[in-house]
């Protein structure tokens, strides 16, 4: 099973890369960010696509902001079950059931100014508080996306790593610790413990893609039993029509239990 996850920055602007992309890649889970498009604005091309069935959170909250999706290779999960938490206020989060697994994807919020930072805490607990109920109820679950947070200093380059930058606080590093201690793997970093420069956004500013000055924010967090499965984690630098790269997880999985 191939599982990707990738902040597209616009689905819109991005609709060409990302039909050229998925035709590549043929990911079986493709879980999408911050779509800036409610779902009758997504690209007919997308909606249309065949060969998938997509799940969508779009831009409702505000237009041309957040919003996730997720792609579903046909021939997986027939009764799967599109669930939107009720903690989720901004269109930041699509849950997938089937079977007994779960696939989560999350565009959280950056978190800049005050009160929004305090929103991002609060998602952030809400999250994590959700996905424990999924556990305790023996769901397998695949988090994946675009998580704002660079967990550790080997997470962001040291040219931007600036005490009290957002994205950095002890604060939300201390909501990731908790993600993971309710019986989470992030599992690019338990494969690559001390590697740096495993970044997959960068900034703006010229030449920070081309000389890698950027953060690790895309993540997938396992659940126990699925980190036994895993192939290989990959970020796939080739692409680069967005911000942020995709990250693509390959696990010995079956989603139909077989």
């Not at 957040?66 to 046909?74: Q, R």
């Not at 950095?168 to 908790?178: G, N, S, Y």
């Not at 956004?201 to 895993?230: H, M, Q, T």
């Amino acid at each position: 099973m191939r599982i990707a996850t990738w902040n597209i920055n616009g689905i819109r602007a991005r609709r060409d890369a990302l039909l050229a992309w998925i035709n590549e890649k043929q990911p079986d889970i493709l879980v999408l960010e911050e779509l800036k498009a409610q779902e009758e604005n997504i690209p007919e091309t997308l909606l249309a696509l065949p060969g998938y069935n997509k799940y969508w959170n779009g831009s409702t909250f505000r237009k041309g902001y957040s919003g996730v999706g997720v792609f579903l290779k046909e021939g997986y999960g027939i009764d799967c079950r599109l669930e939107i938490p009720d903690f989720d206020r901004e269109n930041r989060t699509v849950a997938v059931h089937y079977l007994n697994l779960t696939v989560i994807g999350t565009y959280v919020p950056r978190g800049d100014g005050e009160a929004h930072y305090a929103v991002k805490l609060s998602y952030l607990a809400d999250l994590s508080a959700y996905i424990r109920g999924l556990l305790h109820q023996g769901r397998q679950v695949i988090h994946a996306g675009d998580i704002n947070v660079a967990h550790t200093d080997l997470d962001v380059h040291h040219s931007q790593n600036k005490p009290g930058a957002v994205g950095l606080r002890v604060e939300e590093r201390a909501a990731i610790d908790r993600h993971l201690a309710i019986g989470l793997h992030d599992i690019m970093r338990e494969r690559f413990p001390d590697k740096k420069d495993l970044f997959t956004w960068w900034p703006y500013w010229k030449g920070a893609r081309e000389r890698n000055l950027g953060w690790r924010i895309d993540c997938f967090y396992l659940s126990d039993e699925l980190v036994r499965d895993v192939r290989e984690v990959i970020i796939d630098h080739d692409e680069k029509s967005s911000d942020h790269a995709p990250v693509i997880l390959e696990l010995e999985y079956s989603i139909d239990g077989k």
